[in-house]
């Protein structure tokens, strides 16, 4: 682990964490070590949060488990907030017109598709397949009739098919100057072979930008906050002036971009290994 300044350390007041490869292991288990130090911790006044790609809904059970009570950054910053329906710091909702125009496309070319809300991902019978294709973490899927009732309160649409050029047609549709302010990542599943995904989202959030209206709302500096990170998507978190943590098994670009890389991986609890360090410079 590269050696901080102590009164770097003492001054961290936020510790906003990854949540798989970094908080979690590889069996989606928080280590013994983090919940003791994080208790700790919270009761010398530090608050802690958590930033993933996840929907809200698998999210509130791990900030339960470390009782952290402030708003978590979640979908990769498209929504912060802290239970589903509670009042929101923020989020980024898609407009009906541009949910419609997506499920329209994707009927027509023979695609799955689904709706991603902070509590859980709607799917209707015809894409009844799709719960088994996704790669959303410990998301709660929910059948329903139709999608007519459902298309306002849209974080993100998904759609899914096994005909490469197909989903990339639908992303090429979905850009502009078909749509606006419309963010489409398109990407190859890891764990179903021949399956392409496609993300539809509100243009504007990342989790850098969830990290900086979070601490807006906290009312402290940048400076003031670490973040912990392993993987691509943590790179906007890293970009801040935040104080970053990569974990062992971090990828290569965001331990360049760290001022602290840990011996640990997040399999051995490597988010330990730096809260002990915050502990013995707060004691």
Same mark, same amino acid.
């Given at each position: 682990?590269?050696?901080?300044?102590?009164?770097?350390?003492?001054?961290?007041?936020?510790?906003?964490?990854?949540?798989?490869?970094?908080?979690?292991?590889? $069996?989606?288990?928080?280590?013994? =070590?983090?919940?003791?130090?994080?208790?700790?911790?919270?009761?010398?006044?530090?608050?802690?949060?958590?930033?993933?790609?996840?929907?809200?809904? @698998?999210?509130?059970?791990? @900030?339960?488990?470390?009782?952290?009570?402030?708003?978590?950054?979640?979908?990769?910053?498209?929504?912060?907030?802290?239970?589903?329906?509670?009042? &929101?710091?923020?989020?980024?909702?898609?407009?009906?017109?541009?949910?419609?125009?997506?499920? $329209?496309?994707?009927?027509?070319?023979?695609?799955? &598709?689904?709706?991603?809300?902070?509590?859980?991902?709607?799917?209707?019978?015809?894409?009844?397949?799709? /719960?088994?294709?996704?790669?959303?973490?410990? @998301?709660?899927?929910?059948?329903?009739?139709?999608? =007519?009732?459902?298309?306002?309160?849209?974080? =993100?649409?998904?759609?899914?098919?096994?005909?490469? $050029?197909?989903?990339?047609?639908?992303?090429?549709?979905?850009?502009?100057?078909?749509?606006?302010?419309?963010?489409?990542?398109?990407?190859?599943?890891?764990?179903?072979?021949?399956?392409?995904?496609?993300?539809?989202?509100?243009?504007?959030?990342?989790?850098?930008?969830?990290?900086?209206?979070?601490?807006?709302?906290?009312?402290?500096?940048?400076?003031?906050? @670490?973040?912990?990170?392993?993987?691509?998507?943590?790179?906007?978190?890293?970009?801040?002036?935040?104080?970053?943590?990569?974990?062992?098994?971090?990828? /290569?670009?965001?331990?360049?971009?760290?001022?602290?890389?840990?011996?640990?991986?997040?399999?051995?609890?490597?988010?330990?290994?730096?809260?002990?360090?915050?502990?013995?410079?707060?004691?």
């Amino acid at each position: 682990m590269n050696m901080i300044n102590k009164e770097i350390l003492k001054r961290i007041q936020l510790v906003v964490m990854d949540l798989d490869g970094t908080l979690l292991d590889d $069996n989606n288990q928080i280590g013994d =070590e983090t919940k003791h130090l994080v208790k700790e911790l919270s009761g010398l006044g530090v608050k802690f949060s958590i930033a993933s790609g996840r929907l809200l809904s @698998a999210v509130t059970e791990y @900030a339960d488990e470390l009782q952290i009570k402030i708003p978590l950054i979640t979908l990769d910053g498209a929504l912060i907030q802290r239970y589903p329906g509670e009042k &929101s710091i923020f989020e980024s909702r898609l407009s009906e017109k541009t949910v419609l125009r997506a499920l $329209n496309l994707a009927d027509r070319y023979l695609l799955k &598709s689904a709706l991603c809300h902070d509590s859980a991902i709607y799917f209707t019978e015809e894409n009844g397949v799709l /719960p088994l294709l996704l790669d959303k973490f410990g @998301a709660k899927y929910e059948q329903i009739i139709s999608y =007519e009732h459902f298309l306002k309160g849209t974080l =993100e649409v998904l759609i899914v098919g096994d005909y490469q $050029n197909s989903v990339k047609h639908v992303a090429g549709k979905m850009a502009f100057p078909y749509t606006f302010g419309v963010r489409s990542s398109f990407y190859k599943s890891q764990s179903q072979g021949g399956t392409y995904y496609l993300e539809i989202r509100k243009m504007g959030s990342n989790k850098g930008d969830g990290l900086r209206r979070l601490i807006k709302h906290l009312k402290i500096k940048m400076k003031e906050a @670490a973040v912990i990170g392993d993987w691509y998507n943590d790179k906007s978190l890293f970009d801040t002036d935040a104080l970053k943590i990569a974990v062992a098994n971090a990828v /290569p670009e965001l331990k360049k971009m760290a001022d602290i890389v840990t011996k640990r991986s997040n399999n051995e609890d490597g988010v330990a290994e730096f809260l002990k360090m915050l502990l013995h410079s707060k004691k």
